[in-house]
């Protein structure tokens, strides 16, 4: 059969086929680009995630110091850290300094909570504050410690040019007063779903939503603005969104410029 035959054949059978027909075929067609689409979304999603970088799951994204989305491009951070790459990559460390101040500097690995709350258990009452170098890492841990801060009714605070990026900002917001001295570096951007063994497009997609559930919950719990988390959520894991003081100050991520009376939730 010539294609100018079928062509004339298709045309007489569309031109004397009832409405009804022509409504489910059209439906169908529709389901079918439908299918195609989410077929191709889906499978991109699974590529992009295989590519990601293994790591404890639920973690964001580690890069020390990424391009900043202030503005909607990549840009120089506002500051630069003082504390050097290799210092900041390494799992998390706690040193008692004078004053009742903690020091947590590096990346929050997976069990940094539990040696956060051994940390605090020996240090007793001599901890007042806990001051945050920390370029981020494993939520599951950034959350617990943040509880154990409020529980504990510590202060937090992120020295100038120390760094508190990626899950550190939910440390921070533990604190019962919260101090951003000048010149700190804290940024903010989207978790993901990243271990070892690779979640499907569906489970990655599920567990980016219910850990979103659990970030935001717990900022509410924390009294922070829920503006905060919006603009880590349009923010792309390989780049930060800096706060401005006055984010942070109307987020209600810190408390009062210069603060050290201590203030009640």
């Excluded at 019962?176 to 010149?183: C, F, G, H, I, Y």
Aim: net charge negative.
């Amino acid at each position: 059969m010539s294609a100018r035959s079928l062509g004339t054949r298709l045309k007489t059978a569309f031109l004397t086929a009832d409405d009804g027909l022509l409504m489910r075929s059209a439906f169908f067609g529709l389901l079918a680009f439908a299918g195609a689409f989410l077929f191709v979304d889906l499978r991109e999603l699974s590529q992009a995630t295989a590519a990601l970088p293994a790591h404890d799951p639920m973690t964001t994204a580690a890069p020390v110091l990424p391009p900043a989305l202030t503005d909607g491009v990549p840009q120089a951070p506002p500051v630069a850290p003082e504390s050097s790459p290799e210092v900041l990559r390494k799992p998390i460390v706690f040193e008692l300094l004078p004053g009742g101040e903690l020091k947590a500097e590096g990346s929050i690995d997976p069990g940094a909570a539990a040696r956060f709350a051994a940390e605090i258990a020996a240090r007793g009452e001599y901890v007042k504050t806990v001051s945050l170098n920390s370029p981020g890492g494993s939520v599951d841990d950034a959350l617990l410690m943040s509880k154990l801060i409020r529980e504990r009714g510590l202060d937090t605070k992120v020295a100038a040019k120390a760094l508190c990026a990626s899950s550190c900002p939910l440390i921070f917001a533990g604190g019962v007063s919260r101090m951003a001295e000048q010149d700190a570096v804290i940024g903010v951007h989207q978790v993901f779903s990243a271990g070892r063994d690779r979640p499907s497009a569906e489970q990655a997609m599920s567990g980016a939503q219910s850990m979103t559930a659990r970030i935001t919950r717990h900022l509410d719990e924390m009294g922070i603005g829920s503006g905060l988390w919006i603009h880590a959520l349009e923010t792309p894991p390989d780049r930060l969104y800096y706060l401005t003081p006055d984010e942070m100050a109307q987020f209600k991520l810190t408390t009062a410029p210069g603060l050290v009376a201590r203030q009640a939730d």
